[in-house]
């Protein structure tokens, strides 16, 4: 699974403003956070992460269930007044970019220059508006070809795109002009993931996961596990995602499958105890009731098992687990 939660800045306040001045009423908090890319996939199962800075919306598949990439929003490191300034033009408040009168095109700083094209390319692409994305990401890739961020941003375009022959290359670029860049490096594990490439993305996890600078480091570790369970070893998994909640509690794609591993081998105290934090933080899932239904059925608590069960019957009846307690009845 892919989800991961925007930071409250002044940005968000900016497009509300933004947004309430344009459309003559404000946006409520509770509109903004749909607004925002923040999407938890429904079951919290299989997927990997991709970092804080990259969250647009990528639909693809793996072995047993959908995998949702959330690609986008970098974090921009120049100053306040050039992202705003950007943001206008993407607005269509300040005219259109051209060579001549785009003022990100003729910043002294090449790097801030690029680092502002960057942003607005990922805004496009939380938008859905590729050509825009392509057209500014390539202008940034122009002034600073061999930048880490611009490639990186380039990959994940690329991604989207589906041109993998671009997604290595860029990928392979930024890294070797930033060999620590884990962002970058995290990305990259993902998309290997995807195409099913597991060694290679457990390769690149692992360096990330030893990058102590790495403020995600656990979800590195979480993504690694997803990883060593698609290569059938639990020991590694286990492992991995035990080292996952260490870093942070509040993992339920590491609580749900550090259950289902202890049901399986047949610890269902433990099972218990994980299922019951997940619960905690995360909302219903058919996985995660299927789950406590067969755990409950080994613990033999006839309330708790009768909850299960219509929750999952009211809740997801169309569900693959839905039909798989249907068979097992």
Not at 21 to 28: M, T, V
Not at 51 to 71: C, P
Not at 175 to 185: C, I, K, T
Not at 248 to 276: F, I, Q
């Amino acid at each position: 699974m892919i989800s991961m939660q925007p930071a409250d800045s002044w940005w968000a306040k900016f497009r509300i403003e933004l947004d309430a001045r344009r459309n003559g009423r404000p946006r409520s908090p509770q509109k903004e956070k749909k607004y925002r890319f923040s999407r938890r996939a429904p079951d919290h199962s299989g997927r990997l992460y991709l970092t804080r800075e990259d969250r647009v919306r990528l639909k693809m598949r793996t072995g047993h269930e959908a995998l949702y990439q959330a690609i986008g929003k970098a974090i921009f490191t120049g100053s306040r007044r050039a992202l705003v300034l950007g943001m206008l033009v993407l607005l269509g408040l300040t005219g259109c970019v051209t060579e001549t009168n785009d003022p990100l095109a003729q910043n002294r700083d090449p790097k801030k220059a690029a680092q502002a094209y960057v942003e607005a390319g990922t805004m496009y692409m939380q938008r859905g508006n590729m050509e825009h994305a392509n057209r500014t990401l390539t202008r940034a890739h122009e002034i600073a070809p061999n930048d880490p961020a611009v490639n990186n941003a380039l990959a994940l375009f690329y991604s989207i795109e589906g041109n993998d022959e671009q997604v290595e290359r860029h990928f392979k670029k930024a890294l070797a002009e930033d060999p620590e860049f884990s962002q970058a490096r995290n990305n990259y594990a993902v998309y290997l993931f995807e195409k099913g490439k597991y060694d290679e993305a457990i390769v690149q996890l692992e360096r990330v996961t030893k990058d102590y600078r790495y403020a995600r480091r656990f979800k590195a570790y979480e993504n690694l596990g997803i990883c060593y369970l698609k290569k059938q070893d639990t020991e590694s998994a286990k492992a991995a995602f035990n080292r996952a909640l260490q870093l942070n509690s509040n993992l339920p794609v590491s609580l749900l499958e550090m259950a289902e591993l202890s049901l399986t081998e047949g610890d269902n105290k433990l099972a218990s105890r994980y299922l019951k934090k997940y619960e905690s933080i995360a909302p219903p899932s058919p996985r995660q009731l299927w789950l406590g239904i067969r755990l409950q059925r080994e613990l033999g608590d006839k309330n708790k098992l009768a909850s299960y069960e219509l929750a999952l019957k009211n809740m997801f009846p169309g569900s693959a687990e839905y039909k798989a307690y249907k068979a097992s009845l």
